[in-house]
């Protein structure tokens, strides 16, 4: 083998263990952290490095290091009984809900995040555990707690009608209050779908079936009691009318009235009574007749 082909074959080896290597490398400590994510480094050996949260992107780590992660952008946690909901969406199963009138199986629907400078309180909290295993364990009995305080406020018409933004407005607040020492961030929570026993069913169906009677008959009264007032509006704009009417009319014009009455009252004479003139009391008008035969 002469020199140039010993070159050749000795570069490209050496080009080739590189390329190798290097894929090796990337494959055993390059690691990614993910978009709406952040990291902090535990190391098997000195612990958990204090000093940095990696950011979204590809970092550098030892044989000795592995990530625990935390989500910056907003978690959905859905427990629901719904069996259409599986994996990430749903964290877990309804939650007991005590009412007024009864513990229910409800649908309870909580978005939540991490902030950057809470990624520490959520570590001295809950060490190397998973944001599913805690959304499961932590967060589920704290959003069963503030759920059941929140719902003994109203009884299941309200809770799922005209005063659930009330209840979730509240529900909100008081879980914020939970969470954020554990240093998640409530962004929003929802009481979803109820799932009431039939005694129950049929109390609610009732209720609503007597509170729309309640308000078809408010309806109709208030409907009768306009119709009557814009009746009385109506007769006193007429009765205004026509005074203004009487009251601007001109000596010129009463008496082109009076000679309009005059002649409609002729046209109704039949020619045989005395016709007294409705517009002048010191003036009557007989008929030929009235006189008898002397008079023609």
């Known amino acids: 083998m002469d020199k140039g082909t010993r070159f050749i074959v000795i570069y490209g080896t050496v080009l080739l ?21 952040v990291a902090i480094v535990y190391n098997r050996g000195s612990g958990v490095q204090r000093d940095r949260v990696l950011k979204p992107g590809r970092h550098t780590l030892t044989p000795l290091d592995s990530l625990i992660e935390m989500p910056t952008n907003i978690v959905a946690a859905n427990y629901t009984a719904d069996r259409d909901f599986s994996g990430e969406i749903k964290a877990g199963e309804s939650i007991d809900i005590t009412t007024s009138q009864a513990a229910i199986p409800f649908d309870v629907l909580v978005l939540y ?22 959304q499961s364990t932590r967060i589920r009995r704290e959003i069963k707690n503030v759920a059941n305080v929140v719902s003994g406020r109203f009884n299941l018409e309200e809770l799922t009608g005209k005063r659930r933004d009330e209840a979730n407005v ?47 008959a408010s309806y109709n009264a208030e409907s009768a009691k306009r119709e009557k007032e814009i009746a ?30 005059q002649i409609a009252y002729w046209k109704r004479w039949d020619g045989s009574n005395i016709v007294a003139d409705t517009t002048n009391l010191n003036s009557f008008y007989m008929s030929p007749n009235a006189l008898g035969k002397e008079g023609k």
């Open 170 to 216: 509240i529900f909100k607040e008081e879980l914020t209050k939970a969470l954020a020492p554990l240093g998640f961030t409530v962004e929003e929570a929802f009481f979803v779908t109820a799932y009431p026993n039939d005694q129950l069913r049929t109390q609610w169906v009732s209720l609503e079936i007597a509170d729309l009677q309640r308000q078809i």
């Open 232 to 261: 009385i509006i109506k007769a006193e704009a007429e009765q205004k009318a026509a005074q203004i009417i009487a009251n601007s009319m001109t000596p010129k014009a009463k008496a082109i009235q009076d000679l309009d009455n």
């Open 113 to 134: 995040r991490v902030k950057s400078e809470d990624v520490w309180k959520v570590f001295n909290n809950f060490a190397r555990q998973t944001t599913e295993q805690i």
């Open 17 to 37: 263990v590189l390329i190798v290597g290097s894929s090796i490398w990337r494959a055993l400590f390059w690691e990614w952290v993910p978009t709406g994510k």
